[in-house]
């Protein structure tokens, strides 16, 4: 089953029972499941099947790396609002054409790190 379900009254993340992860990792910790982001994106992708779209997510919501990595795999583009996310992108191994870089209060130095990288698009 993907996401989180009760199963023999524990609390599971995917096929993982979520104690097993704490015995692990220790507490606090966070927990995704994979299988839902996937589930996800695929309904994403349905729902705009018959037009030219692409998928951009928006890293302030969640920069986590493995989120993150999960997230290009799948196919997604991202869009990032300061450099720390871009370096994010970067280090999930984005190429700059697939980030787009938003917002507003750009410092001169972070508008030309972002031409330097050469992303995809620059909106302020």
């Known amino acids: 089953m993907t ?3 009760r199963r023999q009254r524990r609390l599971w993340c995917d096929d993982v029972p979520v104690t097993t992860i704490a015995d692990a990792v ?5 927990v995704y499941s994979a299988g839902l982001v996937r589930t996800n994106v695929r309904a994403f ?3 705009f099947d018959d037009l030219p779209v ?3 997510y928006a890293l302030k919501a969640n920069s986590n790396l493995a989120v993150v990595r999960l997230l290009r795999e799948l196919g997604c583009r991202v869009d990032a609002n300061s450099i720390g996310e871009i370096d994010v992108a970067l280090r999930a191994g984005y190429a700059p054409d697939d980030i787009l870089f938003t917002g507003v209060g750009k410092t001169t130095a972070e508008l030309d790190r972002a031409v330097d990288l050469g992303l995809r698009s620059i909106n302020a």
């Not at 220790?26 to 966070?30: N, V």
């Open 3 to 5: 996401g989180f379900h």
């Open 26 to 30: 220790g507490t606090p910790a966070y």
């Open 45 to 47: 992708e349905r729902a």
């Open 54 to 56: 692409t998928l951009h």
